[in-house]
């Protein structure tokens, strides 16, 4: 179906059409969409894929019989499964989660994303049918694990709002099960307040039949630590999105990624953070193993405010590119308004080391086993902090991508 037609046809499908100023913002959404009239050339949200990937699609969306589920494992850990962008609402002394209702239109009146000009995240307000608010309580220290249940054919387009209370502690884990042909566009607001302490894990590992577009958008206040690690082994169609703001002095943004390729599979990296405040540090890093025909871009970009001194700022992007026909393309920025920094940038991107290469061939080591080894050591470094089940999930899906270069 076409853009205009998704948008007319299901229009009264879409969450708070009923609001006008809502309504009035998806209608002016759609005419600058619709229009073309806009920079797309040199638009990053659009960067590795066409206009037509996000505006011709078949729009499919409706209640599923299998029920989303809410499972506390121990004291302080538990297991959210979400279906279809649905979950099951749930409260107690340290968390409270629910599925938004007509009633919140004002959340999502007082959203303004409209600096970033970021196009996915205009379609995720134009056909939104999801989303769920997730408030963690102070001084709660707790485990939780999301995993999205996506039935064949589903078009999501989610909105979900996470509160981290003053000095909680959260490790917070998102791992995706998509079926045939999904599309998935999902966008994490997140409010970190002072003190607390998030770690989010991404895992990404899914068919060729599917579409994710992850995006997120956290808000950093007074000491408060937000650590994210996405590892991308997906076969599918990947676009992975993230921005922080430092708000809040002594505040700290870590914005990592690990991104496996082969055939002729793609996928779309970013990571912005603002330094809003003084003594806060930020670093974002991404590294890429390509294979066979495969693309990826990423960019990074640290923009420090006029008021944010004694700022740490450092970006780093290294490439590993296995064949000639693969491309990765790497875009570190800085924006600095302040005069009292430390910030850095720097990008590697090109064959495996041949002189690491010789040097192991020269043991008695093959040159596909050798290969292996290098590219083993690439990424050691980035699941050494991990516990252990989510060591051998990601060893696992290391090994399989290892076995599938020739």
């Known amino acids: 179906m076409t853009f205009e ?18 309504s009035n913002q998806r209608e002016d959404i759609f005419k600058k969409i619709n229009s073309n009239k806009f920079d797309k050339k040199n638009n990053e949200s659009l960067k590795n894929l066409s206009l037509s990937d996000l505006t011709s699609f ?29 979950c099951k609402n749930y409260k107690d002394d340290n968390i409270e989660i629910r599925n938004i209702s007509s009633s919140d239109f004002k959340k999502f009146r007082d959203q303004n ?45 989610q ?16 791992e995706f099960n998509l079926s045939n042909n999904t599309i998935n566009n999902i966008n994490y607001n997140f409010h970190a307040e002072e003190g607390s302490i998030i770690k989010h894990n991404i895992f990404q590992n899914f068919s060729h039949l599917n579409k994710l577009y992850f995006t997120t958008n956290t808000v950093c206040e007074k000491k408060s630590l937000f650590t994210q690690n996405t590892y ?33 599979n793609v996928c779309s990296n970013k990571t912005h953070i603002i330094h809003n405040a003084e003594n806060c540090e930020s670093n974002q890093m991404y590294k890429g193993i390509l294979n066979n025909n495969s693309k990826a871009n990423y960019y990074s970009n640290t923009f420090v405010s006029q008021i944010a001194q004694k700022t740490e700022g450092y970006q780093l992007s290294k490439g590993i590119l296995l064949t000639d026909d693969c491309s990765f393309f790497s875009k570190p920025e800085l924006r600095i308004y302040a005069d009292d920094v430390k910030c850095s940038h720097g990008s590697t991107i090109g064959p495996v080391d041949e002189s690491a290469l010789y040097y192991l061939r020269s043991r008695g080591i093959n040159k596909n086993q050798a290969m292996k080894m290098i590219i083993s050591s690439f990424i050691e470094e980035d699941i050494k902090y991990l516990d252990i089940t989510n060591t051998e999930k990601i060893s696992n899906n290391l090994s399989n991508y290892l076995n599938s270069i020739e």
Not at 17 to 22: G, K, P
Not at 117 to 132: A, E, P, R, T, Y
Not at 133 to 143: E, Q, V, W
Request: net charge neutral; with cysteine; glycine share 4%.
């Open 232 to 264: 991308n082994f997906a076969e599918g169609f990947v676009r992975n999105f993230h921005y922080a703001k430092l708000n809040g002095e002594l505040s700290n943004a870590s914005l990592k990624g690990c991104f496996f390729l082969k055939d002729k």
């Open 113 to 157: 994303h409209e600096h970033l000009d970021d196009l996915v995240i205009n379609f995720n307000k134009i056909f939104l049918n999801s989303g769920i608010f997730f408030n963690i309580k102070n001084n709660t220290k707790l485990k939780l694990k999301l995993v999205h249940n996506t039935h064949e054919n589903f078009t999501i387009f």
């Open 159 to 174: 909105n979900n709002f996470f509160n981290f209370q003053e000095f909680s502690e959260v490790y917070l884990e998102d």
């Open 58 to 86: 078949a729009y499919y969306y409706k209640h599923s019989k299998e029920e989303p589920r809410v499972k506390k494992i121990q004291q302080d850990s538990y297991k959210i499964n979400i279906v279809n962008g649905l």
């Open 5 to 22: 037609d998704n948008f007319k046809q299901h229009s009264k499908e879409y969450f708070f059409s009923n609001d006008d100023f809502l």
